[in-house]
């Protein structure tokens, strides 16, 4: 599904870069090339690692639920659902936001970009953010008698990408200065690509914290 998405992007990218000349634009052999990539590797791959992680045993909770669905109390507003995801990502961008600045330089200001090790540093302030924050917001909606923590522990932490997707609008608006339509389709084109991915990388990482942190919870739990 997501390789599907970032293809049908980049190839209307590469639309408009054929449209307008550019010899920047990848050749239509290339293109089918990565194409074959993803139906003659990807794919086959996709259904081998399925078949192998359904062979598996199942994941053991350390309690048992309950068959009828419990009922859940009127929420506060930040506990509801679109206010919590939102509130989500606001620590994890504010970690990385100085860096966005400098990446952003780097990739569409020409700017030489050579401080990885401080990346890799803020990048692990990323991970460990996301994780703290999705666990505390979930421990709220639990305290909240909503058990509805799935989803909204994915969305939560991959709300990042949203804020880094809203960045992106304020950098182009202020700091470059391109003029086209050609320009604006293949800056928010990419920068559409890596908030894909951002949102991927952060949800991921908020939805394995809180799973792990309710096993841990309910495993202490006494139940007779």
Avoid at 120 to 127: D, G, K, N, R, S
Wanted: proline content about 4%.
């Amino acid at each position: 599904f997501v390789p599907a998405i970032v293809f049908s992007v980049f190839f209307v990218l590469n639309l408009v870069l054929w449209g307008e000349g550019s010899s920047s634009a990848v050749p239509f052999g290339t293109l089918c090339g990565v194409l074959a990539l993803w139906i003659c590797v990807s794919v086959p791959l996709t259904f081998v690692g399925a078949f192998f992680g359904f062979r598996k045993p199942a994941i053991t909770y350390p309690t048992q639920t309950n068959q009828i669905p419990r009922h859940i109390p009127p929420q506060s507003f930040y506990t509801k659902r679109v206010p919590g995801i939102l509130m989500g990502g606001v620590l994890p961008v504010g970690s990385v936001f100085i860096q966005l600045y400098f990446i952003f330089n780097s990739i569409w200001a020409h700017q030489i970009y050579y401080m990885f090790w401080f990346l890799f540093i803020v990048f692990l302030i990323l991970v460990i953010t996301c994780a703290e924050t999705t666990i505390l917001l979930c421990y709220f909606h639990l305290c909240s008698e909503d058990y509805h923590w799935w989803w909204r522990a994915y969305l939560s932490s991959g709300s990042t990408a949203l804020y880094f997707f809203l960045y992106s609008i304020y950098f182009y608006a202020e700091r470059l200065q391109m003029e086209g339509a050609a320009s604006l389709f293949i800056f928010f084109g990419y920068t559409f690509i890596m908030a894909i991915y951002f949102f991927l990388l952060t949800g991921f990482v908020g939805f394995m914290s809180c799973f792990v942190f309710i096993n841990k919870i309910y495993s202490v739990v006494k139940t007779d």
